[in-house]
């Protein structure tokens, strides 16, 4: 999962956090030294979430349930707060900014750079290394390096899942395809197979044919960010300081993307929705928590990743929470997270997000909590690839990115868009927030 780790100036990192945020990161000295417990006795924590999934929510209520009967003193309620949609971060940093901070927040990796070079969430090591039963050495080194900083841990990925393709069996049949297993076994699992496949089945079912893990079209790095890696393509530097949209690796990866879209009919275009689980899309990428709201009304299968024209790349997607060192409890945070991803409760929240603990990526160990996943994925879509894989690109400055590359992009989506002038565009205009200047 190697990704570069970024050693912004803290003057920097606070001015790309933008507006919103810059009234924390001042009064945070990018250190991350947290403020003083608010007062004695029992507190009230809020957790600020991506999700409002109501499984996620049942399981995090009864960790929080669990560990409010065991610390009575320190903890009178937790709060899980949903954000959802792509103003997450916006609505997040706004809160801190404004002297609402939660008392923890959930953020995926694209913006762990932001959040934890920054100093915006706490320093967990001492709370954690003093935890009864943490092994914090059960941590797979390559999972936590986003969230790290000098050995030092900012965060938590809770969710280190791999992304891989979830497949209609009974849709491919119908639709005279082959068995995509197969084609894995036969080395024959390649990016452009399934867009064959997709696009046939599209054409043959009248569904839809591939989808991506988010919408491509308002959410760029979520939904593309692990396919481009196959191709060889980052969207910028090691370093994060220079844009690569240009490279001729990405304007490969985006005109291909582009004849799935608009000339195969693999990929359904801007605006279309439709759900693999009601049996309306034939390959779906995706991640193990996809599976839990998959019955028995068609046959479907998990495969890993396939290859691009640089290989097979495993991706995982992270989710990792912090404390917010501005929060009016940060130490009592700190006491709660350890709880919550201590090696019981994180194998709790393996049902839905495969944990960054080695001893429990094993298949025993995910059966029990995924028990929709037959042990052949399990181990060949889940724990094979989470052991080697990389994560998608982030950056200190991903809140000012996200929408400009977003805004250029657009000029992509349309039946007559050219990847090479797009991306061009795209670098010319985020080269100023990548250099900071």
């Not at 009064?27 to 004695?40: F, H, I, L, P, R």
């Not at 949903?82 to 103003?87: E, K």
């Not at 991506?212 to 959410?219: F, I, K, L, Q, S």
């Not at 797009?422 to 080269?431: N, P």
Request: glycine share 10%; hydrophobic share 40%.
């Amino acid at each position: 999962m190697k990704q570069p780790t970024f050693r912004r100036p803290v003057s920097t990192t606070i001015a790309v956090l933008g507006s919103t945020c810059l009234l924390l990161a001042a009064c945070s000295g990018g250190d991350g030294d947290t403020a003083g417990d608010a007062g004695d006795g029992p507190v009230d924590l809020r957790m600020v979430m991506w999700s409002a999934n109501e499984g996620h929510h049942e399981i995090f209520e009864q960790i929080a349930d669990a560990y409010i009967d065991q610390h009575p003193d320190l903890v009178s309620s937790v709060t899980f707060e949903p954000i959802t949609g792509s103003s997450y971060v916006s609505a997040l940093t706004t809160q801190i900014a404004g002297g609402q901070a939660p008392d923890l927040a959930w953020v995926s990796e694209g913006y762990a750079a932001q959040f934890v070079q920054s100093g915006v969430f706490a320093d967990l090591t001492p709370t954690f290394s003093e935890a009864e039963g943490y092994d914090l050495d059960d941590l797979l080194p390559d999972a936590v390096e986003l969230w790290s900083v000098d050995g030092d841990l900012y965060g938590y990925p809770f969710s280190n899942s791999p992304f891989g393709i979830f497949v209609n069996l009974d849709l491919l049949a119908a639709a005279g395809q082959p068995v995509p297993r197969d084609l894995v076994a036969g080395g024959e699992w390649t990016w452009d197979r399934v867009m064959e496949i997709a696009a046939a089945t599209a054409q043959s079912q009248g569904v839809a044919g591939f989808q991506p893990a988010a919408d491509p079209y308002t959410m760029w790095n979520d939904a593309l960010g692990a396919m481009w890696m196959s191709w060889g393509a980052q969207p910028w530097s090691e370093d994060g300081a220079e844009c690569t949209f240009d490279s001729p690796e990405m304007v490969e990866f985006f005109d291909w993307f582009h004849t799935q879209i608009f000339t195969n009919g693999a990929v359904p275009g801007p605006g279309e929705e439709h759900d693999f689980a009601s049996g309306q899309v034939a390959v779906r990428m995706g991640q193990l928590s996809a599976s839990t709201g998959l019955g028995d009304a068609f046959q479907w299968d998990f495969l890993p990743l396939p290859a691009g024209p640089e290989g097979t790349v495993p991706v995982v997607g992270q989710g990792g929470v912090g404390v917010v060192a501005r929060g009016d409890n940060p130490d009592v945070a700190a006491d709660f997270l350890a709880y919550f991803t201590n090696p019981e409760n994180s194998a709790l929240l393996a049902q839905f997000f495969p944990p960054p603990r080695e001893s429990l990526l094993t298949v025993e160990a995910l059966t029990a909590a995924a028990p929709a996943l037959s042990p052949e994925q399990l181990q060949g879509t889940v724990i094979d690839q989470a052991l080697e894989a990389r994560t998608k690109a982030g950056n200190p400055a991903m809140s000012e990115l996200t929408d400009a590359v977003r805004m250029d992009l657009d000029g992509l989506w349309v039946a007559d868009g050219d990847a090479e002038t797009v991306l061009g565009q795209v670098c010319e205009d985020i080269a100023p927030i990548l250099s900071g200047s």
